[in-house]
């Protein structure tokens, strides 16, 4: 089982950025979907963003891409999501998942939370207007 530990969230003012920073322990071997989903108050789950370790392909939401980046570093067993011109939709508790696959030319995937196995505790990013 992957254990994932997020860090980064906090308070930040509108227009401004946050990098989050998921640690994903026992991804050395095999390949995996890392994605991250935020949850804000009395809605459901949804993908954010997600990359896969075999080939680093990316994928975004809509409402977040071109604001949003994806990364990874493979030495560290880190993926990053950087945020910039933060809004008040944005303000959730964002979480890091990650999903055991073979390699394939698909996507990741970022509509189905049940997708992913392995969930972190979450951290909270909350954007003041």
């Known amino acids: 089982q992957v254990q994932l530990v997020e860090s980064g969230g906090g308070l930040v003012q509108a227009g401004g950025s946050l990098r989050l920073s998921c640690v994903a322990s026992?991804?050395?071997?095999?390949?995996?979907?890392i994605a991250w989903f935020r949850q804000a108050p009395g809605k459901e789950r949804e993908g954010v963003s997600c990359?896969?370790?075999?080939?680093?392909?990316?994928n975004y939401a809509h409402s977040v891409k071109g604001r949003f980046t994806i990364s990874r570093d493979q030495a560290k067993n880190t993926v990053y999501l950087h945020m910039n011109n933060l809004g008040s939709e944005d303000t959730a508790v964002y979480y890091c998942?990650?999903?055991?696959?073979?390699?394939?030319?698909?996507?990741?995937?970022?509509?189905?939370?049940?997708?992913?196995?392995?969930w972190g505790q979450g951290t909270q990013v909350t954007v003041s207007s």
């Open positions: 026992s991804i050395t071997f095999g390949y995996y979907n």
């Open positions: 990359i896969s370790t075999s080939d680093s392909r990316t």
């Open positions: 998942a990650a999903q055991s696959v073979f390699p394939s030319n698909e996507p990741c995937p970022l509509v189905r939370p049940n997708d992913y196995a392995s």
